[in-house]
Nanobody, 123 residues
Framework: QVQLVESGGGLVQPGGSLRLSCAAS????????MGWFRQAPGKEREFVAA????????NYAGSVKGRFTVSRDNAKNTVSLQMNRLKPEDTSIYYC????????????????WGQGTQVTVSS
């Protein structure tokens, strides 16, 4: 079955950096657009970043553009999210997701989801 497993979350001070990774199995990874979403307590899940199946196109939420970078390695079936200049408002559970579209930004466009990894930005 399809599995998406996130890692790399943790506690970081404001202004710090974290790198999230997502390992995929059970699907033709290089044929799927990949995305990152996040959900804070009491809030709806929101789009963070997406990358096309070959990695040639990316898309970012306005709140993270210029601070976060999404990348993928199709040889290793992994997608990553480099998060720099983190802010307290970035605190959320971060989810990796796979879409059978070229690139997608809407929750309903994603077919598979990971379990999430907690990111906490606090001093």
């Amino acid at each position: 079955q399809v599995q998406l497993v996130e890692s790399g979350g943790g506690l970081v001070q404001p202004g710090g950096s974290l790198r999230l990774s997502c390992a995929a199995s059970g699907l033709a990874f290089s044929s799927y657009g990949m995305g990152w979403f996040r959900q804070a307590p009491g809030k709806e899940r929101e789009f963070v970043a997406a990358i096309s199946y070959r990695g040639r196109s990316t898309n970012y939420a306005g709140s993270v553009k210029g601070r976060f970078t999404v990348s993928r390695d199709n040889a290793k079936n992994t997608v990553s999210l480099q998060m720099n200049r983190l802010k307290p408002e970035d605190t959320s559970i971060y989810y990796c997701a796979a879409s059978d579209l070229l690139i997608a930004t809407l929750i309903e466009e994603y077919n598979y989801w990971g379990q999430g990894t907690q990111v906490t930005v606090s001093s």
